[in-house]
């Protein structure tokens, strides 16, 4: 463990995926204090009454804001953007931490680009989070540093199957999509594979399972997928452990879900990009997923098919839950974190 005793107080602005969350109380257990302040949740619409709630929910938020960060001698920040109005909070030497939308997109975009992009340069000690926005990023910052997403690792698990997937019938096996249904996660390419998957496996051989969320959600129901409600983490997670195998996001890099695939030792089938999973990071080496850089974007399903075929005979079935643990467990971000923001001299 890397040593946290000068890093005692700390305000994380931000909790992109429970980042900020799993890191503060993995800092916790070792003795320090960081505090964590979600971004205020602005209201919908453009009426009076929403806007003048848009303003007061603003106001308390940076009231927030000021009272912490009058109690610590640092700030760690989960958004570039967030620099445009709690900047003042942020001081000389801060901690900036890219989830994605900011770096990947907005830098993009003209009233956004310059104030991300000088804000990435200012920062003392540059991390992001998946190895996509790599290339977003190190023209700006050479020195950025890659945090593999965290995720809590479960204990058994005590949330019922919700009553959709057991209305399918108990005990029947299923494989299960865990990503939403849309262009950002792989589009027409998983609408093919679950049309192909329906005519490779009888359906009293395992039943094709996702969830209603998407807007491809429709063409995913009408190729073959039987859709149930999204739910809460305790009751996702049990519906992951009950599976016979995932098929994960299309887009060749693990995400937040696919990543609760592995900790539940469930079988896990997905393309992985081979510029992004290259070894230059121990969690980029190997990920124990069927298919993986062998696959790499696949333009047509029946590789990852035959993935599918493989996991669901039994055959390739085998631990990845350590993997997790030794990558992506919170200990190992904070360890990641912790050794930043020494290296930089922070």
Not at 36 to 64: D, I
Not at 159 to 186: D, Q
Request: glycine share 10%; aromatic share 6%.
């Amino acid at each position: 463990m890397t040593e946290i005793s000068n890093y005692s107080r700390m305000l994380h602005l931000g909790d992109p995926a429970s980042t900020a969350t799993l890191l503060s109380r993995a800092a916790q257990q070792r003795g320090a204090r960081w505090d964590v302040l979600p971004f205020a949740a602005a209201p919908g619409g453009g009426a009076v009454p929403a806007l003048l709630r848009k303003a007061a929910r603003g106001l308390l938020w940076e009231g927030s804001l000021l009272r912490r960060r009058a109690a610590v001698p640092r700030v760690h920040v989960h958004n570039a953007l967030a620099r445009r109005h709690a900047g003042w909070a942020f001081g000389r030497r801060f901690a900036l931490h890219l989830h994605g939308t900011d770096i990947r997109t907005r830098q993009y975009e003209p009233e956004h680009g310059e104030l991300i992009r000088r804000t990435v340069r200012d920062a003392q000690v540059v991390f992001y989070s998946t190895p996509d926005l790599r290339r977003h990023v190190q023209d700006l910052r050479e020195d950025a540093r890659l945090v593999p997403v965290p995720v809590p690792l479960p204990g058994p698990s005590t949330a019922p199957l919700p009553p959709a997937l057991r209305e399918i019938g108990e005990g029947r096996p299923y494989v299960f999509f865990p990503s939403r249904w849309e262009a950002a996660k792989g589009g027409e390419l998983q609408i093919e594979l679950v049309r192909s998957l329906r005519e490779a496996i009888a359906p009293s051989e395992a039943v094709l399972v996702g969830l209603d969320w998407g807007g491809r959600a429709g063409d995913a129901s009408r190729a073959g997928a039987t859709l149930i409600p999204t739910m809460p983490h305790a009751a996702f997670r049990s519906v992951i452990s009950g599976a016979s195998a995932c098929v994960g996001q299309l887009t060749g890099v693990l995400g937040a879900s696919e990543l609760d695939v592995l900790a539940a030792d469930v079988p896990l089938i997905m393309p992985l990009r081979t510029d992004w999973y290259d070894g230059s990071h121990p969690s980029l080496d190997s990920p124990p997923v069927l298919g993986g850089t062998a696959l790499d974007l696949p333009d047509a399903p029946e590789p990852i098919v035959r993935c599918v075929l493989g996991a669901l005979s039994g055959d390739t079935r085998s631990p990845t839950r350590d993997w997790v643990r030794s990558h992506h467990s919170p200990d190992a971000a904070l360890d990641e974190v912790l050794r930043g923001y020494r290296e930089s001299g922070w």
